[in-house]
């Protein structure tokens, strides 16, 4: 079985959560071994606890409005 049709639920995922595939997501799924890593970069940021979660949200929100990301 290729890696590709392991990620499709991730495809799944994302497109019930977004309501549709983003571009970072649709180039990760064609490289594996990069959206391993960006995934446990991003785990590790996400339970660092180093930030608090009101300042995550609003960095988030800041900088999503600042590229025009639509979520």
Do not use: H, W
């Amino acid at each position: 079985m290729r890696v590709r049709n392991l990620l499709a639920p991730l495809k799944v995922f994302v497109r019930t959560r977004y309501g549709r595939v983003p571009d970072l997501v649709r180039l990760l799924i064609q490289s594996p071994a990069i959206l391993a890593a960006v995934g446990i970069y991003e785990g590790a940021l996400l339970f660092s606890g180093r930030v608090d979660g009101r300042t995550k949200a609003l960095a988030g929100l800041k900088t999503s409005s600042l590229i025009g990301c639509p979520f």
